[in-house]
């Protein structure tokens, strides 16, 4: 949910083509602009699928879109485009060099019937649910069974010695090799495993990603209440205050000014969303209620994710601005993952449910 309110946020922001001031908020209904945004681009995804993606014989990618990846790492002969060393990695996978060609297989036997689906839903806890227990579970489900896959995919990229520059009309080699020199790619490999090892497994025998598909399809409860025009507890409707808060937090003369006001903005806006005594008992329900879900908390918000993830964003920042990244801003996001500590004592809902997973784990 966090991600769908606060870093989403830009969604209907772009969509909207429009910036507030303090002085216009009062002549504009926030959540009316919110569904236009979500609706807009929602629209123009579906739109782009049904018209270049999608066939009477299935899947039907348009021009550039390709599988073409998938393909040549599916061939163990062609090392021009992939590279010898992008072949040797996958070479050491045993089992797990095939996971490419599952992968392929996958995108072309199931996506064109999860892109229906996605087509034809009419709400957003459909869209969420299909988007990510059709469409990213399954991918998930393989890279849990061959996490070296992860490894040697990031080592793909980083010492790529292919041809792909030499034949891709457009491609700059000199442009890639310095974005490669910035990225901090011991962290990167960190941060995936680390999020990926949050969805694998079974924690007291709940399958995790049938827990994290119900939170996202809880997400798109929630955007569904709020359009509907509800203004119970799984409704946005009810922080009306802190939504106008993270919208007009993007006012700012410089990208760093924005960032940290846009965080400040989510954290106060998650503030009154979860530790709210009078709706803490649904949202706990909606949004934490598998022990899997509590592990992946500490997993994530662990000193050595904290520290991983902060070095990668640092690094992705210094591709794309000048300056540092503000200080402190990925420990004031990673802190919304766990609700225990970050509602502290406004209420004791979320504490309350981790002793009952550390009980039943006893």
């Known amino acids: 949910m966090k991600v769908s309110v606060c870093l989403l946020w830009l969604v209907f922001i772009t969509s909207t083509h429009n910036i507030l001031t303090r002085a216009d908020a009062p002549s504009f209904e926030i959540f009316d602009l919110l569904k236009q945004g979500f609706d807009v681009t929602i629209g123009h995804v579906k739109s782009v699928i049904r018209e270049s993606m999608l066939s009477e014989d299935g899947l039907s990618l348009g021009e550039g879109v390709s599988l073409e990846a998938l393909e040549l790492l599916c061939n163990p002969e062609e090392t021009v485009l992939v590279g010898e060393r992008c072949r040797k990695e996958f070479s ?35 869209i969420y649910s299909i988007v990510f227990g059709e469409g990213i579970v399954p991918l998930w489900r393989m890279l849990c069974g061959c996490p070296g896959v992860v490894t040697a995919s990031i080592n793909c990229v980083r010492n790529y010695d292919g041809m792909l520059f030499e034949v891709m009309e457009g491609a700059n080699r000199t442009q890639f090799d310095q974005i490669v020199s910035k990225v901090d790619w ?36 929630v955007l569904d209440s709020t359009f509907r025009g509800d203004e119970g507890c799984l ?22 000014e924005n960032v940290k006001a846009y965080i400040e903005a989510c954290v106060e806006l998650w503030d009154s969303l979860m530790c709210d005594e009078e709706c803490a008992g649904e949202m706990q329900e909606t949004f934490y209620s598998s022990c899997c879900l509590k592990r992946a908390a500490e997993q994530i918000n662990s000193t050595k994710m904290r520290r991983n993830f902060t070095r990668l964003f640092r690094s992705i920042w210094s591709i794309f601005y000048e300056g540092s990244l503000p200080v402190g801003v990925v420990d004031q996001y990673l802190s919304m993952f766990e609700p225990a500590t970050f509602c502290a004592d406004k209420t004791t809902v979320y504490s309350d449910f981790n002793e009952q997973c550390e009980a039943t784990r006893a």
């Open 186 to 221: 011991k962290a990167l490999k960190t941060v995936v495993f680390g999020v990926l090892r949050t969805g694998c497994g079974e924690v007291d025998g709940a399958d995790c990603l049938v827990g994290m598909t119900e939170l996202q399809a809880g997400i798109g409860r």
């Open 92 to 126: 050491k996978l045993g089992d797990c060099t095939a996971t490419p060609c599952k992968i392929l297989d996958w995108v072309k036997n199931e996506a064109p019937a999860i892109l229906s689906k996605f087509v034809a839903a009419d709400t957003y806890e459909e």
């Open 235 to 256: 409704s946005l409707r009810r922080a009306e205050e802190e939504i106008m808060g993270v919208f007009l937090s993007l006012v700012h003369d410089t990208v760093a």
